[in-house]
């Protein structure tokens, strides 16, 4: 049982350093975030909401799966084009589930009566509009910031 809880331990330590290191594992959180907090204003269905929990955690595991991939390459010093083909294609990976994670958004969010109740909250709690813009510069900062891989010329 110890080994088993051991297992979540690591598996948490992973989605931190992904989150500390990670440029892109930032921005999908970031994503994820934003959309979770404007789905009420949708009405979404159980299987509807089920599907965009699915997709997001789809990009979001791709994502760490490719920033493993990349690390694992780079190990290796010299990367050689068979090395850099399967970052290329775990990059790809990622791509073709975040496209496809963008059609479906819009196809089950594209609801201009939930836009307008969005705008009419915030016409009616301006404190939340500023609470989001606070969020919005933290989020971009968050994601944006130089430490990690990025700083070191490792990506």
Same mark, same amino acid.
């Given at each position: 049982?110890?080994?088993?809880?051991?297992?979540?331990?690591?598996?948490?330590?992973?989605?931190?350093?992904?989150?500390?290191?990670?440029?892109?594992?930032?921005?999908?959180?970031?994503?994820?975030?934003?959309?979770?907090?404007?789905?009420?204003?949708?009405?979404?269905?159980?299987?509807?909401?089920?599907?965009?929990?699915?997709?997001?955690?789809?990009?979001?595991?791709?994502?760490?799966?490719?920033?493993?991939?990349?690390?694992?390459?780079?190990?290796?010093?010299?990367?050689?084009?068979?090395? $850099?083909?399967?970052?290329?294609?775990?990059? $790809?990976?990622?791509?073709?589930?975040?496209?496809?994670?963008?059609?479906? $958004?819009?196809?089950?969010?594209?609801?201009?009566?939930?836009?307008?109740?969005?705008?009419?909250?915030?016409?009616?709690?301006?404190?939340?509009?500023?609470?989001?813009?606070?969020?919005?510069?933290?989020?971009?900062?968050?994601?944006?910031?130089?430490?990690?891989?990025?700083?070191? $010329?490792?990506?």
């Amino acid at each position: 049982m110890k080994k088993f809880m051991r297992g979540f331990v690591y598996a948490f330590r992973g989605l931190i350093t992904c989150a500390k290191e990670e440029r892109n594992f930032r921005f999908h959180l970031a994503v994820a975030f934003h959309l979770f907090v404007y789905l009420p204003f949708f009405g979404l269905t159980r299987g509807e909401f089920c599907l965009i929990v699915v997709l997001c955690a789809l990009v979001i595991s791709l994502e760490a799966v490719n920033s493993a991939i990349e690390r694992a390459v780079d190990c290796t010093g010299e990367i050689s084009p068979r090395a $850099g083909g399967a970052k290329d294609m775990a990059a $790809g990976a990622v791509l073709v589930a975040a496209a496809a994670a963008a059609v479906c $958004g819009v196809a089950l969010l594209f609801r201009p009566e939930a836009f307008a109740g969005i705008l009419r909250f915030f016409a009616r709690f301006p404190a939340a509009a500023l609470l989001q813009a606070i969020a919005a510069v933290w989020w971009f900062g968050f994601i944006f910031r130089g430490k990690g891989k990025e700083e070191k $010329g490792d990506k």
